[in-house]
């Protein structure tokens, strides 16, 4: 299949402070494609070569076979686009700027408009000024997905939306998918990107480190259980057993917290043995994974001086 966004050679710099070096990859038309990395690893400043917001240093971008700096206003009319932090007029209403971007766009799909506003609940009549975080992020969602682009890249999406409207967008996602469009987002919340995506690239400290199908990322997912009993409990019970990482006490004995990565069966059956006060799962975000994996790594320690 043919790529609709192929870079190659990216290189972005902010003086002192790298933005990206050498990232290449590509992403074939019909695929949803996750670009993972903890927050400053370098994803808004290539989602914004793509989109021509900056220009690069070096190397090539070009979607759907057009240059993505000479040729920007010819791909936006393939794009529908969300950026990490949108910036709109706040004495506009959420319907006006709808109304804004149909007409830029030459007119949409009223009928399909209506349906994307009702999906997301969005009240249209309220300034963007009084909007909450959740409901900015509808108004731009909704503007990127209306006029059924080609290809959809989003920068963020799901940032401060609801559990239910991060469903509806999920939906979304995969109703693009089967109609043969493409969707390139960026995430540091692996779970997130294990939902919609069918491949990932990762980036850390400017650089791609694996670019690969979604099922490989979980050789780097982890997550941790805390369990909490009425009686001490020697950590060592938990510390071999299958799919534990990693075992630390507290509370003199009465908490064990558990890095874990694969099943938990083990583990709750034997915390089964013990009277259990309470057990808490919790799946750190990308960035507190790779802090982890890589705060040894020469190139972890540049990613403060990263820009993203």
């Known amino acids: 299949m043919a790529a609709i966004i192929e870079v190659q050679g990216l290189t972005k710099s902010y003086g002192r402070k790298r933005g990206i070096a050498d990232v290449s990859f590509s992403v074939d038309e019909g695929e949803v494609f996750g670009f993972l990395g903890p927050n400053g690893a370098g994803k808004t400043t290539t989602i914004r070569i793509l989109m021509a917001l900056i220009r690069a240093g070096s ?7 057009l240059d993505c700096w000479h040729q920007s206003v010819d791909i936006k009319k393939l794009v ?37 506003i009702e999906r997301f609940d969005l009240d249209t009549s309220r300034k963007f000024r009084q909007y909450s975080t959740g409901n900015k992020r ?5 503007q990127a997905f209306m006029h059924r682009p080609r290809l959809l890249i989003l920068d963020e999406p799901t940032s401060g939306l609801d559990p239910l409207n991060q469903h509806e967008f999920d939906r979304m996602v995969k109703e693009v998918r089967d109609e043969g469009r493409t969707v390139c987002l960026s995430s ?3 779970s997130e990107v294990e ?4 491949r990932v690239g990762i980036i850390r400290a400017g650089s791609i480190v694996r670019i690969g199908g979604v099922a490989e990322v979980t050789a780097i997912k982890r997550y941790e259980m805390t369990i909490t009993f009425g009686d001490a409990v020697p950590a060592d019970a938990f510390r071999t057993l299958e799919g534990v990482i990693e075992t630390e006490a507290l509370d003199n004995g009465h908490t064990v917290r558990l890095a874990m990565q694969g099943p938990a069966d083990a583990v ?6 013990y009277p259990v006060v309470s057990l808490t799962s919790h799946e750190p975000s990308l960035e507190d994974i790779f802090l982890r994996y890589y705060e040894g790594d020469a190139a972890a320690k540049e990613a403060e001086h990263v820009v993203a």
């Open 59 to 65: 190397g090539t971008a070009r979607v759907a076979g």
């Open 195 to 198: 939902k919609t995506c069918t």
């Open 268 to 273: 709750i059956k034997a915390a089964a043995r």
């Open 138 to 142: 509808k108004v731009v969602l909704i």
């Open 188 to 190: 540091h919340i692996l």
């Open 80 to 116: 529908g686009y969300v950026p990490g932090e949108p910036a709109l007029d706040p004495n506009l209403t959420g319907g006006q700027i709808l109304e804004f971007f149909a007409h830029l766009r030459g007119g949409v799909d009223q009928a399909y408009l209506k349906q994307l």
